[in-house]
């Protein structure tokens, strides 16, 4: 069974530290996006990573994924407090029964000044 | 009508009646979802469909059901509510189906409280 973990699942950090939010899954992936949500609002897509070494960058926030290792890292530089947010990874694999999708738990980043 | 809406926003709804929960996507998608949110839980994947007229069970696909009969709508139903239903649902499309390779967008979402 597909099982996705995130770590840690509360952070709180100051401003201009970095920092590194953990996703761990259980089976092989075919995919992992990861989202962003605000309290009260929608999710927002963030990244979505394809293959293994995959890694993108927006901004203060870089994602890598290694399929290897069944792990994906988002990885916070200078944090700034608009980067306060929940930030959930999602693992995707293609089943014959039915397309799966996954979510983690998220994580609740809290940027203090 | 700019992305995913759904409606309502919010409902409180008695145990064991019917409800349709509405969504509408005007990004000519073919591929929509419905997730439910709970607390500690993340988000899980109720229904799919990867083009009009199809749909898929997710996770979660149990009291619920789901129709597409267009492009553009894909509406949510809990033939007879229980309180475990009680969530925040959010509806999603994609231009492609998960199986792509392309990211999800997700409506505002609608908070049903089940009593």
């Known amino acids: 069974e597909l099982k996705v973990e995130q770590n840690p699942l509360f952070l709180s950090m100051q401003e201009g530290k970095n920092y590194t939010i953990y996703c761990n899954y259980s089976?092989?992936?075919?995919?992992l996006y990861w989202y962003r949500q605000d309290p009260g609002k929608s999710l927002e897509s963030l990244f979505v990573?394809?293959?293994?070494?995959a890694v993108k960058q927006e901004g203060r926030l870089m994602a890598s994924l290694d399929t290897k290792a069944r792990l994906s890292t988002l990885h916070i530089t200078a944090a700034v407090h608009d980067l306060s947010a929940t930030y959930f990874c999602?693992?995707?694999?293609?089943?014959?029964?039915?397309?799966?999708?996954?979510f983690g738990p998220g994580t609740s980043l809290s940027v203090i000044p | 009508i700019a992305g995913i809406t759904q409606a309502p926003t919010s409902q409180i709804l008695a145990a064991g009646r019917r409800m349709t929960l509405r969504c509408t996507q005007d990004?000519?998608?073919?591929?929509m979802y419905w997730y439910r949110q709970d607390l500690g839980l993340g988000l899980r994947l109720i229904h799919y469909?990867?083009?009009?007229?199809?749909?898929g069970k997710g996770e979660v696909p149990d009291g619920y059901s789901v129709s597409r009969a267009n492009t553009d709508d894909f509406p949510l139903t809990l033939a007879s509510a229980v309180p475990s239903q009680t969530s925040v649902y959010f509806c999603?499309?994609?231009?492609?189906?998960?199986?792509?390779?392309?990211?999800?967008?997700f409506g505002p979402g609608t908070r049903l409280t089940v009593l």
């Open positions: 469909s990867n083009t009009a007229g199809t749909t």
């Open positions: 999603a499309s994609s231009l492609k189906g998960l199986a792509g390779t392309n990211e999800q967008f």
């Open positions: 089976t092989t992936s075919d995919r």
């Open positions: 990004m000519r998608h073919n591929a």
């Open positions: 990573l394809l293959s293994n070494g």
């Open positions: 999602a693992v995707f694999r293609m089943k014959t029964s039915y397309d799966k999708v996954i």
